[in-house]
């Protein structure tokens, strides 16, 4: 039986060569060079063509490439009774708590001002405070949320996190569920979004919110485009209810070229490149899955359906 490999983003020669460190005898079929569809027991996938795991008679699991499963979840043809397992990997979660910290660092030393005033080629100083002086708040506290909070604790920063359960995590204010949203967003400075993509979170970027933080905050988003409502954004940085905003992800990817946010000047885009896994950490929990499959023992990291994430 076979793995079929189907991802628009990733390197399949580099995932093929590292899962055969580990699974020297895996049957791996890049799309769209499935071979057989009746083969193919496992698929490993990132985007990939709505319907296509659907036609594969004997498909046991999905293994996803990325940590969120949403876009997943929205094909209407993926079989239900199968188990979705998400990504979970060291290097991931290493680089997307480098990349809270960067932009948490950019915010804290005002390099978004700075930049404003070079174009205006404006000198004018703003003294620089200590970390503690900064309070970023961090919106999902799972995998990747909890290790940005740690590298933003250890940097010496303010840092609170809500989640839908309350967490322990040494330094970081803990807050719980939709009546502790309002006091998490009270007195930050900088707000990251690192929740999945689920009905209850989808549009929770939205003015409501924006409103609830202090005038001047800072947005960071690098969960899913959907989490933000455009307008809303707009409006907030037009009456400098937020001063800035960094957006990783969007409702259409890539950002199409006439969009508003390419050439406003207080949005910094990235190409959606927070986090990635690199595949000599990644085929790990991959591997192990693969054969948890064969040895008809429970995956890793299964997706609650119910829940989205
Ligand atoms: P996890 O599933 O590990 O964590 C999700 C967190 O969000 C949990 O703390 C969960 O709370 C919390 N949460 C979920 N729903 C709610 C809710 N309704 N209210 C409050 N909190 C909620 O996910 P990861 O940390 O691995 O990944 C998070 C997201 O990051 C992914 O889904 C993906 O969208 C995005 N991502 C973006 C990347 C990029 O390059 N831009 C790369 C990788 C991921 P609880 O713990 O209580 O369940
Ligand atoms: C992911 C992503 O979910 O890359 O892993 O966005």
């Known amino acids: 039986m076979a793995l079929l490999f189907a991802s628009p983003d990733d390197d399949p020669i580099a995932w093929r060569e590292a899962l055969r460190r580990r699974l020297p005898d895996l049957d791996l079929r890049i799309h769209p060079e499935i071979g057989d569809p009746r083969d193919i027991e496992a698929a490993l996938v990132w985007l990939p063509p709505p319907g296509l795991l659907a036609s594969l008679p004997n498909l046991r699991a999905i293994f996803s490439l990325g940590a969120g499963v949403d876009r997943l979840l929205e094909d209407r043809s993926l079989p239900a009774h199968l188990p979705l397992c998400r990504m979970v990997d060291p290097s991931l979660t290493a680089s997307m708590a480098e990349c809270v910290l960067v932009h948490a660092l950019r915010y804290h030393r005002d390099l978004d001002v700075y930049e404003a005033q070079q174009r205006r080629a ?36 303010r840092v609170k996190g809500w989640s839908r359960t309350r967490k322990r995590i040494e330094g970081v204010e803990s807050f719980a569920g939709p009546e502790e949203l309002a006091p998490f967003l009270a007195d930050l400075s900088v707000l990251v979004c690192l929740l999945p993509l689920t009905a209850e979170t989808r549009g929770i970027l939205n003015a409501r919110l924006f409103a609830r933080l202090p005038a001047g905050a800072r947005l960071v988003n690098l969960a899913r485009g959907a989490h933000l409502v455009e307008e809303d954004l707009v409006g907030a940085l037009e009456s400098g209810q937020l001063a800035h905003a960094t957006l990783d992800v969007f409702r259409e990817e890539p950002l199409p070229p006439t969009h508003p946010f390419w050439s406003h000047p207080r949005i910094t885009v990235t190409p959606h490149v927070a986090a990635y896994s690199l595949p000599e950490t990644g085929a790990e929990l991959v591997a192990e899955n693969w054969r948890r499959l064969q040895a008809g023992e429970p995956l890793l990291h299964v997706v609650d359906r119910a829940r989205g994430y």
Do not use: N, Y
Not at 129 to 137: C, L, V, W, Y
């Open 122 to 157: 404006l000198w004018r100083l703003r003294l620089p405070k200590p970390p503690s002086a900064t309070r970023i708040g961090i919106m999902g506290l799972g995998e990747l949320g909890a290790a940005a909070a740690r590298l933003l604790v250890a940097h010496g920063f």
